[in-house]
């Protein structure tokens, strides 16, 4: 949905080659209703839409010195937002897998091992001998032996309290480090624009 903008393109990525901060808000201004739409689209996720916006946006500003080489200002935002939501999109596809690995101690058959995969699941193992002793073997016996719970009471001489409460311990635990490895390079919400 192109519009006519009420002011000349080329000089205020001019402007913003040389850190001018109202020509950056004047782009944010004007295009970053559209970019939300683009992203809520690509999507689906009010969310993940608003970071891709704040993604976007930090870009141009990086890229700020550079900005009076752009030749068409809201193709270049488009452009970014698109491969920022796919790398978004393609990352969280990995962390469903990683969760549903977490959960079910099994994991997912899909048509690409990739790389990628491979390196989340020897994080996963990695993950896994770093649990406290007592945590890693029940949980050990429990998603990779597929004992029950009663089971892995009797053997180990605890209580099924106990080895309820070191299953999720260590669920919990997997997650959150598996998550941080999971989203290393992707920042959560940028603020810096509303402190412009």
């Known amino acids: 949905m192109p519009s006519t903008p009420k002011y000349d393109p080329a000089a205020l990525l001019l402007q913003l080659s040389e850190s001018d901060e109202s020509a950056f808000r004047q782009i944010f201004d004007t295009y970053s209703p559209r970019i939300h739409a683009f992203a809520l689209r690509l999507t689906g996720s009010p969310v993940l839409a608003e970071e891709i916006v704040q993604e976007v ?6 890229y700020r010195h550079e900005a009076h080489t752009i030749r068409n200002t809201e193709a270049w935002l488009v452009t970014v937002a698109r491969n920022t939501g796919s790398s978004m999109l393609r990352r969280l596809a990995h962390e469903r ?16 091992h990739t790389e990628e995969w491979r390196q989340y699941h020897h994080q996963l193992q990695r993950a896994v001998e770093a649990l406290p002793p007592q945590q890693r ?29 070191y299953i999720k311990k260590a669920t919990v ?22 402190l412009l």
């Open 57 to 62: 946006f930090t870009s141009l500003w990086q």
């Open 97 to 112: 897998l990683i969760i549903h690995e977490l959960q079910s101690g099994q994991p997912l058959q899909t048509e690409e």
């Open 137 to 165: 073997k029940v949980w050990e016996l429990s998603r990779q032996r597929g004992m029950k719970q009663q089971q892995i009471a009797e053997e180990m001489g605890l209580s099924i309290h106990t080895v309820k409460e």
């Open 173 to 194: 635990s997997l997650k959150k480090n598996l998550l941080k490895i999971l989203f290393w390079g992707i920042p959560s919400f940028f603020l810096f624009i509303c």
